[in-house]
């Protein structure tokens, strides 16, 4: 069964809430965090659909994206994953993904394991 699309006003408070928190100081809402991520998951698997590269948000989510070779059982040959935060981060522009990447935040493996020509997703 395909996840909930995630509609873009409830994507969009969600993201906001995150946003607002992260300015408080504060932890943001689980709820909040969850949707956030799997809005932004959902906006770059119809920016770059495809089936080559696995993009892991743990626990919230992934998603396979990028045209290429189809993979079907086993572990992904190109796996990217990082924190929610992380995630959040370089998909609206808050982080350019050479930085996350090159600090350790984000494991990526894999010839096709590189974001950084479909991010950032919102500016």
């Known amino acids: ?9 409830d994507g969009r408070a969600a993201l906001e809430s995150v946003r607002a928190a992260d300015a408080a100081g504060s932890k943001p809402m689980r709820i ?18 495809g089936n080559s590269v696995e993009v892991r948000v743990p626990p919230f989510g992934a998603v396979q994206v990028i045209q290429g070779p189809r993979h079907t059982r086993g572990t992904p040959p190109n796996v990217v994953e990082m924190d929610p935060a992380t995630w959040i981060a370089v998909a609206t522009g808050g982080e350019a993904w050479a930085d996350a990447a090159a600090s350790g935040r984000v ?17």
Request: net charge neutral.
């Open 32 to 49: 909040d965090l969850a949707t956030a991520v799997r809005y932004l998951l959902q906006l770059l698997d119809e920016k770059a659909p």
């Open 107 to 123: 494991l990526a493996s894999g010839i096709r394991a590189d974001l950084a020509d479909v991010l950032p997703l919102r500016p």
């Open 1 to 9: 069964m395909a996840p909930r699309k995630i509609d873009i006003a």
